[in-house]
């Protein structure tokens, strides 16, 4: 158990909706990254935030935005979804926005059907 | 802009033997990190070892182990003394600047 958590676990929603999913990073972790692994994509780094700041953006897409909140926990909004979202969504946190020292969490699989 | 390489869609090793993993990358940065992770069929991924690019030795964790070779662009992971635990998808990937690429990955299957 790397202390990271993600919530849910699994979600199956429909094309065109728009859902949230939830990170908490590992007690006093301050930077939180989110992935997306997919059979089409493969894994591809999204977002990094630092303390409540974006500090870094990878390949993520304009219907999708992150955010994370004062207690540091985050969260991934995805809209307007489409087949292709449907993918293991990981998030990760370091301490002070190491990158290798990521701890990942168990991800959340999303389904569009 | 960075790109990683791995060739090798999928390698077998003997329980107890050593096995090399391919990485190329590509990078027009000076200053970058190179990463190997693990995801087992759990799914979950397993952070293995770093190495930064001004780093004059190969980085070491316990059996892994990376062959840094700058001039080539090639970060190979060694795996030495294998163990079925080992099996596993494992991908190489390329920090420059704020942007993160990730390979395609390995599969490594370790056999009694």
């Known amino acids: 158990d790397s202390g990271v958590t993600q919530t849910p676990k699994h979600l199956i929603t429909a094309t065109g909706q728009r859902v949230t999913l939830r990170c908490s990073p590992r007690s006093g972790d301050l930077s939180v990254y989110w992935y997306q692994q997919s059979l089409d994509q493969g894994l591809q780094f999204l977002i990094q935030?630092?303390?409540?700041?974006?500090?870094a953006k990878g390949n993520i897409l304009e219907r999708f935005s992150a955010q994370q909140f004062p207690d540091l926990h985050s969260e991934l909004n995805l809209s307007s979804l489409e087949l292709g979202d449907s993918a293991l969504y990981f998030c990760?946190?370091?301490?002070?926005?190491?990158?290798?020292?990521?701890?990942f969490g168990p991800g959340t699989r999303l389904t569009v059907l | 802009a960075q790109k990683i390489t791995q060739t090798q869609p999928g390698m077998f090793v003997q329980e107890k033997e050593a096995v090399t993993l391919d990485c190329t990358y590509d990078t027009s940065d000076q200053s970058y990190g190179l990463f190997w992770y693990k995801q087992p069929s759990s799914g979950e991924m397993i952070f293995l070892i770093y190495?930064?690019?001004?780093?004059?030795q190969n980085a070491t964790e316990g059996r892994y182990s990376l062959n840094f070779q700058k001039a080539r662009k090639s970060a190979n992971l060694v795996i030495s003394a294998s163990q079925l635990g080992d099996s596993a998808m494992y991908f190489c990937?390329?920090?420059?600047?704020?942007?993160?690429?990730f390979g395609t990955g390995t599969s490594l299957t370790v056999i009694p």
């Open positions: 990937a390329i920090k420059g600047g704020n942007q993160f690429y």
């Open positions: 990760a946190s370091s301490v002070a926005g190491i990158w290798n020292e990521q701890f």
């Open positions: 190495q930064g690019s001004y780093d004059e």
């Open positions: 935030y630092y303390n409540g700041e974006e500090r």
